[in-house]
Each structure stands twice: as structure tokens, then as C-alpha cells.
């Protein structure tokens, strides 16, 4: 578990009866339609009030414990959306990557080197389109996927989701069979400060409709499905109110670790931590 911050700290609410946020139905995206005015009047306005944060300023790849990636032992890949990209903070080492490893790194003591690869607004059809193609084929040894709230909030129903996050799944399984993957769903949209009360119900509407479906899908390809963040406050948030903040990024690496690490008696021998998937 995560220290407990000012981010961390208080009741995790709907979580504690409902980890993943999995709890829709048809009811769930029946209510969502009925509510679509809703969206588009307070989607549009929140659009142009919310600030448009530029990615952070730093190296978008990094290594601990070691001087080059060929001789870290835990190879790390954080893909996505702009959680993935670290819009929210000013410099890339406090974003989500780095952070991480440097959580792996305190916890197992082994080399770690991390890339990056996440893009603002993105979906599911353009990591896997535009972003997975074009990444060298390194021996990713552990993949951190961060997708599904732009699905969400670009209003993505359950059968697209389901084809392109989807075909994501297959393509990442397919370039890195060995690696050990793990998909970080999105948070409470409630509790995002930015997001007006009405319009952040009904984009929870649609991302309950995005954690179900998409940990069905992660569970047929192998993928391990982390839980919603089991708590969300204000000082997590950057100045948009929206993405996260240094304090964000570092519960974020908290809560992620574990899932990451899965059985660390895999990793006392660097020689034998290929993963399962």
C-alpha cells in the first residue's frame, strides 16, 4: 500500500463496495443516453474552459540502478493516453514512468530501465494504430497500460471499445509475448475536480460501461486488470484539475506497483524473471 498523503488519505467511497468499477449493466448505458444532452451542453463548455497542458519537458526514456538499458533487468514500458505522456507536471522525471521505476527499483533492488510512450486525447484505435507499430521491439520485460478515459469521455460504446481496445491487447501480446502486462482503468470521474457534478456522472456512466468490458477482454488475452484508484483528491490533480499532478503521479506509482510486480519471488534471480502472462 501506498503512504498515506494528502492525496491518499479519506474514505475511498464507491470503491470500497466496487474495487474496479465494474458495477454496469444495461441500466448503466441506458441512463448515459437519456443523459446525452447533458454531455454535449457541459462537454462543450468544460472543453474550452479546461487548459490545455503541454507535455512535460525531460527524456521520455531513463534507467536506475544502471548506467544503459542492455543491463537492466526489469525493462519497463508505460503506453497510453496522457497519463502515460505525463500531462500535468513540468518535468518528465515526476511523471508516471520514472516514478514507477523508481518503485521497482526500491522494491525488488533490481536495474530498471523505463520508456514512455503516451499521447494526449488518445484512444485505443490510435495507440494501437499510430504508437504501437512504431515502437522498436525491445524486450519489454513489464508493459503499464494507460487507456480508456478518452474512450470514455469520446463517448466509445461497448462494441467499439471492444474491437479496438480489443485488437490494442492483441497487438501488445503479439509484440511482447513474454512480457507481464498490466491495464490501469480509469479513475472515479466523479471525483475529478475539473469535470462539472452532472457532466462527471454521466462520463461515469460510460467509463463503468469501459472497466467491464475492458477487463472481460483483459482477462481472455492474458492482461492483469489493476482496480480504479481507490482514492482520488484534490491534490492529486494538476493545475487543469483534470490530469494528474507530482503528488498524483506518485500514489499512481504506488498503487500500480504491486500489480506490476505480481509473485516477487520471480525476481531474486535476474537470470530466471521472464514473466508469465
Given at each position: 500500500m501506498p503512504p498515506e498523503s494528502s492525496f491518499s488519505g479519506g474514505p475511498?467511497?464507491?470503491?470500497?463496495?466496487?474495487?474496479?468499477?465494474?458495477?454496469?449493466?444495461?441500466?448503466?448505458?441506458?441512463?448515459?443516453?437519456?443523459?446525452?444532452p447533458v454531455y454535449v451542453w457541459q462537454g462543450l463548455a468544460t472543453?474550452?474552459?479546461?487548459?490545455?497542458?503541454?507535455?512535460?519537458?525531460?527524456?521520455?526514456?531513463?534507467?536506475?540502478?544502471?548506467?544503459?538499458?542492455?543491463?537492466?533487468?526489469?525493462r519497463l514500458l508505460v503506453l497510453?493516453?496522457?497519463?502515460?505522456?505525463?500531462?500535468?507536471?513540468?518535468?518528465?522525471?515526476?511523471?508516471?514512468?520514472?516514478k514507477l521505476a523508481e518503485?521497482?527499483?526500491?522494491?525488488?533492488?533490481?536495474?530498471?530501465?523505463?520508456?514512455?510512450?503516451?499521447a494526449n486525447s488518445a484512444v485505443s484505435a490510435e495507440v494501437r494504430d499510430h504508437v504501437v507499430p512504431?515502437?522498436?521491439?525491445?524486450?519489454?520485460?513489464?508493459?503499464?497500460?494507460?487507456?480508456?478515459?478518452?474512450?470514455?469521455?469520446?463517448?466509445h460504446g461497448a462494441r467499439k471499445f471492444?474491437?479496438?481496445?480489443?485488437?490494442?491487447?492483441?497487438?501488445?501480446?503479439?509484440?511482447w509475448p513474454e512480457a507481464r502486462i498490466v491495464w490501469s482503468p480509469p479513475v472515479d470521474l466523479k471525483r475529478v475536480p475539473a469535470l462539472p457534478p452532472a457532466l462527471a456522472y454521466v462520463l461515469e456512466l460510460r467509463a463503468r460501461i469501459i472497466r467491464q468490458r475492458g477487463a472481460n477482454l483483459c482477462a481472455e488475452r492474458g492482461i492483469v486488470?489493476?482496480?480504479?484508484?481507490?482514492?482520488?483528491?484534490?491534490?492529486?490533480?494538476?493545475?487543469?484539475?483534470?490530469?494528474?499532478?507530482?503528488a498524483g503521479y506518485a500514489?499512481?506509482?504506488?498503487?500500480?506497483?504491486?500489480?506490476?510486480l505480481g509473485d516477487r519471488t520471480r525476481f531474486h534471480d535476474p537470470e530466471t524473471m521472464m514473466i508469465d502472462g
Open positions: 475511498a467511497s464507491w470503491g470500497e463496495l466496487d474495487p474496479g468499477g465494474l458495477a454496469a449493466s444495461f441500466k448503466t448505458g441506458l441512463i448515459s443516453w437519456l443523459l446525452l472543453r474550452r474552459r479546461i487548459e490545455r497542458l503541454l507535455p512535460p519537458v525531460g527524456p521520455r526514456t531513463g534507467c536506475i540502478g544502471t548506467e544503459t538499458k542492455d543491463e537492466a533487468a526489469i497510453g493516453d496522457s497519463s502515460a505522456a505525463g500531462i500535468g507536471v513540468e518535468r518528465m522525471e515526476d511523471s508516471l514512468a520514472p518503485r521497482l527499483y526500491a522494491l525488488t533492488g533490481l536495474s530498471v530501465f523505463w520508456r514512455t510512450a503516451g512504431n515502437l522498436a521491439p525491445e524486450a519489454f520485460t513489464h508493459i503499464v497500460l494507460m487507456m480508456g478515459t478518452n474512450d470514455a469521455k469520446n463517448w471492444k474491437k479496438n481496445f480489443g485488437s490494442l491487447l492483441y497487438a501488445l501480446r503479439a509484440k486488470v489493476s482496480t480504479t484508484l481507490p482514492r482520488v483528491e484534490p491534490a492529486g490533480f494538476g493545475p487543469d484539475g483534470f490530469h494528474a499532478s507530482v500514489y499512481y506509482a504506488g498503487h500500480l506497483v504491486n500489480y506490476v
